[in-house]
């Protein structure tokens, strides 16, 4: 019992934290979605992501600007990812059931890292939209030597050719229905049909 009162005074303290290092939330909506997109570093989730809650009313939520606001200098651990993503799931979940829209950009590589965002979508009855981003891999590798020089004050995430490499390995799209997006190509179309989707969702034309 007192294991758990700490781990949940803990919860409690990390969403103060990361509620503070969001961006303002769009309006409440009737039927909130949830968009998630996943992928390897160096994929262009980030830059997919933020071009997307441009087109459409969304709560963004990026796991590695959320990761440095909850840790500083993160180390990446195994233990340091689980309270980073208790915390993120449990903040996704208090948006929509508020009926605020979530978009979560995050690698969640395997299908064991999707399912929590499923469950939660099913509890708040969000409609779920999932997007999986990839690119050639000398693209990606072209851009994570870029993010070794830091020349983009806006790429927040510390991972290398290497830990793409490793990530590589247990990497699976999503099993259920999603979209496909090669960021070494156009992104638009892609952007404008979830764009028209989460309009239809939303009730929208």
Known sequence: ?????????????????????????PAPLAHPYLIVVSGLPGSGKSTFSRRLAQ???VLLMESD?????????PTHSLAESTRLFRAIHALVEEHLQRGIPVLLDATNLQETHREPLYAIAERTRASLILVWVEAPEEVVRQRLEKRMRREDSTDLSDATWEVYLRMRATAERPHRPHFVVDTSRDITPVLEKIARLVRRMSGGR
Request: hydrophobic content about 55%; some cysteine; charged content about 20%.
């Open 55 to 57: 087109r459409v009313p």
């Open 1 to 25: 019992m007192a294991c758990g009162m700490v781990k949940e005074a803990f919860l409690a303290e990390d969403l103060a934290t990361l509620r503070a290092s969001l961006p303002p939330a």
């Open 65 to 73: 600007a959320l990761r440095k606001a909850l840790f500083g200098t």
